[in-house]
T-cell receptor, first 115, second 113 residues
Framework: AQSVTQPDIHITVSEGASLELRCNYSYGATPYLFWYVQSPGQGLQLLLKYFSGDTLVQGIKGFEAEFKRSQSSFNLRKPSVHWSDAAEYFCAVGAATDSWGKLQFGAGTQVVVTP | ETGVTQSPTHLIKTRGQQVTLRCSSQSGHNTVSWYQQALGQGPQFIFQYYREEENGRGNFPPRFSGLQFPNYSSELNVNALELDDSALYLC????????????FGPGTRLTVL
């Protein structure tokens, strides 16, 4: 069965510290991978995506993610967190065979940034 | 260039009623997808519309239906509302290419009492 797992429901990090959010997937087809961020009352904003090529992907707002096929993971990282990074983060997977771009989302990780 | 807009922002209904949610896609996008996001969960794919036809559907019953209009705007209709239908409903627009980015609207918060 296809699934996306974000093991951490909630993460608290100090401003200026590094952040890593975990994402594991189980997908039969070649996966396309995404990270989205959702602030309260807002829709989802795409941070970055991986389709193929270089497994280290750079996104907006200083985020990056690394695709590790052997571990079925696509973890999101940021070297130095800002207070504005407090939000909920979702990992999502799409299948290469789905020409209509259906996305399957994880349950999300809530990030709290402390001073 | 305007982004994806949704209306209304909030809505309260009672069980058994019907509801219509609306979405205007981003300029130049002809594909619209709808997602349901229950509290504390990730979005769940409901269906997608492309050129006014349903182009894929998730695990949702037939009482969830939709329309897409010639201007690519879209409606989500839910009949016979149930308490579990309470959620944030997100609309996303994209180009026809399934690999392209989906741009999400702010959502409609539906509460069923």
């Amino acid at each position: 069965a296809q699934s996306v797992t974000q093991p951490d429901i909630h993460i608290t990090v100090s401003e200026g510290a590094s952040l890593e959010l975990r994402c594991n997937y189980s997908y039969g087809a070649t996966p396309y991978l995404f990270w989205y961020v959702q602030s309260p009352g807002q829709g989802l904003q795409l941070l970055l995506k991986y389709f193929s090529g270089d497994t280290l992907v750079q996104g907006i707002k200083g985020f990056e993610a690394e695709f590790k096929r052997s571990q079925s993971s696509f973890n999101l990282r940021k070297p130095s967190v800002h207070w504005s990074d407090a939000a909920e983060y979702f990992c999502a997977v799409g299948a290469a065979t789905d020409s209509w771009g259906k996305l399957q989302f994880g349950a999300g990780t809530q990030v709290v940034v402390t001073p | 260039e305007t982004g994806v807009t949704q209306s209304p922002t909030h809505l309260i209904k009672t069980r058994g009623q019907q509801v219509t949610l609306r979405c205007s896609s981003q300029s130049g996008h002809n594909t619209v997808s709808w997602y349901q996001q229950a509290l504390g969960q990730g979005p769940q794919f409901i269906f997608q519309y492309y050129r006014e036809e349903e182009n894929g559907r998730g695990n949702f019953p037939p009482r969830f239906s939709g329309l897409q209009f010639p201007n690519y705007s879209s409606e989500l209709n839910v009949n016979a509302l149930e308490l579990d239908d309470s959620a944030l409903y997100l609309c996303a627009s994209s180009l026809t290419d399934g690999l392209s980015e989906q741009f999400f609207g702010p959502g409609t918060r539906l509460t069923v009492l």
